[in-house]
């Protein structure tokens, strides 16, 4: 029988990886979509990719911003499932790149979706979309009927995004579906996303590698999940008779003091010596409380949650000291503090 094959977009990030592993173990021809960079971007796959006979995972060039090479990847490809995870994903970055934000992140899922329309090809597509998407709403927890509110370009580019979804279901009779998650961390989490900042700051202090961590609004609260529990909720949404959009999401939510308290007591230490406030890492608009209800997804998908709250930090910080030891990164005690207080925005 022939091996079914996913196209992944975003393969290079959190979510890619862990995805990636997840339809190789079902036995997928995985395709990824991949970006020049003048640095190496692969960290998170390169364990999955051994020679690709072997592997079942192949890497194309291309870019969200390029209709040509994702007409292309198409056109070679004729994947049976594809997976939009690219975007330009920070939230506070995008205040910065407002524009850039919008053409990935909002004209790319577009640019992917006009090419399905015109490759002849009907593949089944997952839209990454957000609850960022919510924003502000007064509702809590939210569900897939609450309305959207959205407070930054990267939620307005979201929110383009999942419309544009929406309507080629609608309009083109097409299999394409929106997983609105909340927020979903990991090990391979970037480090300039808050709960990573905190894990891997937190093990330098315990390393002895950095004396202090600066961070920005201590009391928004959010709904962390364990992504590689996410991904499955992907494939999921793929794999039912019609197509829909789902929320998942932990039904918890923690603030990041709350992070700290978790993160900190795990390695013996107390936060309040080490963590500084600076107004550099504030939003020009903050989400304040997201808290989703994933009931939906319970109900009709079977999905549900592996790892809680407490689960994942020490999930997160365990590897973050586990990884610094073993790489003797905590040899030099000064080595790459700077580069490293500069990157975690
Ligand atoms: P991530 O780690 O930031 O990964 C983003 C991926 O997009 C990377 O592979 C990146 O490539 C790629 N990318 C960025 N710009 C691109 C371009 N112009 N062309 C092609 N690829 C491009 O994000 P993540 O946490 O895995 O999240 C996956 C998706 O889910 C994103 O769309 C994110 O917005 C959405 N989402 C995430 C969460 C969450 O909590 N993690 C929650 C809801 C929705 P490089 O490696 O080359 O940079
Ligand atoms: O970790 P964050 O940067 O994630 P945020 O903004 O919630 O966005 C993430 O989750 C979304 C899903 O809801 C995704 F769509 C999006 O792609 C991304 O993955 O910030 C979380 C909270 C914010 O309220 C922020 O203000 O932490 C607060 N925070 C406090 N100090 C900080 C910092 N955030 C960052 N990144 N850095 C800080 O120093």
């Not at 690709?52 to 890497?59: F, N, T, V, W």
């Not at 960022?132 to 809590?140: A, Q, R």
């Not at 390393?207 to 364990?226: I, P, S, T």
């Not at 019609?242 to 230490?269: M, N, Q, W």
């Amino acid at each position: 029988m022939q091996k079914r094959k996913a196209l992944i977009t975003g393969i290079t990030g959190q979510d890619g990886s862990f995805l990636a592993e997840l339809l190789l173990a079902k036995d997928y021809e995985v395709y990824g979509i991949v970006r020049r960079s003048s640095s190496f971007n692969r960290g998170r796959i390169d364990h999955l990719h051994q020679p690709s006979e072997i592997s079942g995972l192949r890497l194309i060039y291309g870019d969200m911003n390029d209709s040509s090479s994702l007409n292309k990847a198409l056109r070679t490809v004729k994947p049976d499932e594809i997976y939009n995870l690219a975007a330009q994903s920070h939230v506070r970055v995008s205040f910065d790149i407002p524009e850039y934000t919008g053409e990935v992140t909002a004209l790319g899922t577009l640019r992917m979706l006009e090419a399905i329309r015109e490759s002849g090809i009907s593949p089944r597509f997952y839209q990454a979309s957000s609850s960022e998407l919510f924003g502000n709403t007064p509702e809590i927890p939210q569900h897939e009927t609450t309305p959207f509110l959205p407070r930054s370009p990267y939620a307005i580019s979201k929110l383009f995004a999942y419309w544009t979804t929406v309507n080629y279901r609608e309009s083109y009779n097409m299999f394409a579906v929106n997983g609105i998650l909340f927020n979903h961390e990991s090990e391979r989490r970037g480090e300039n996303f808050v709960s990573r900042k905190i894990t891997r700051s937190a093990a330098r202090i315990k390393l002895g590698l950095q004396d202090k961590l600066v961070l920005g609004n201590l009391d928004a609260r959010r709904d962390w999940g364990y992504a590689k529990d996410y991904v499955e909720a992907m494939w999921l949404m793929l794999q039912q008779d019609k197509p829909d959009d789902y929320v998942i999401a932990t039904g918890e939510s923690h603030s990041v003091r709350d992070l700290l308290d978790v993160c900190f007591s795990r390695i013996d230490l107390d936060w309040h010596d080490y963590v500084e406030i600076s107004p550099h890492y504030f939003r020009p608009s903050e989400v304040n409380h997201l808290m989703g209800d994933a009931s939906k997804a319970l109900r009709e998908l079977g999905w549900r949650p592996t790892i809680n709250f407490e689960g994942l930090i020490h999930i997160m910080v365990d590897a973050d000291l586990a990884d610094l030891q073993a790489n003797n990164k905590f040899q030099d005690p000064n080595a790459g503090e700077l580069e490293y207080q500069r990157a975690a925005r």
